[in-house]
Nanobody
Framework: QVQLVESGGGLVQAGGSLRLSCAAS????????MGWFRQAPGQEREFVGL????????YYAESVKGRFTISRDNAKNTVYLQMNSLKPEDTAVYYC???????????????WGQGTQVTVSS
């Protein structure tokens, strides 16, 4: 079982930036997709973006497109979520997860990190 550890969350004012990290304990062939999701209180977990690890191809939810960027560092087994122009509605717990296929659906992701809180004040 791959372990994922997120870091980088915190409190930021609207318009500010944060960079989240997701460090994997090891890379395996099953880690085809690395996804970022978020969950606000009382809401379902929603897709934020993903990266196809081998190809570096990224996809984003419409709500974050143009503001968030996902990248990876193969040597560190780490994926990053750079978040710019943050809005109060971006406030949530952010999770990274791995899947063996290209998917935006949480049930397809098998390994999850513990989550990191992002709070954007207005």
């Amino acid at each position: 079982q791959v372990q994922l550890v997120e870091s980088g969350g915190g409190l930021v004012q609207a318009g500010g930036s944060l960079r989240l990290s997701c460090a994997a304990s090891r890379r395996t062939a099953s880690m085809y997709t690395m996804g970022w999701f978020r969950q606000a209180p009382g809401q379902e977990r929603e897709f934020v973006g993903l990266i196809i690890w081998s190809a570096g191809i990224t996809y984003y939810a419409e709500s974050v497109k143009g503001r968030f960027t996902i990248s990876r560092d193969n040597a560190k087994n780490t994926v990053y979520l750079q978040m710019n122009s943050l809005k109060p509605e971006d406030t949530a717990v952010y999770y990274c997860a791995t899947a063996t296929i290209m998917s935006m659906s949480p049930p397809d992701f098998r390994s999850w990190g513990q989550g990191t809180q992002v709070t954007v004040s207005s």
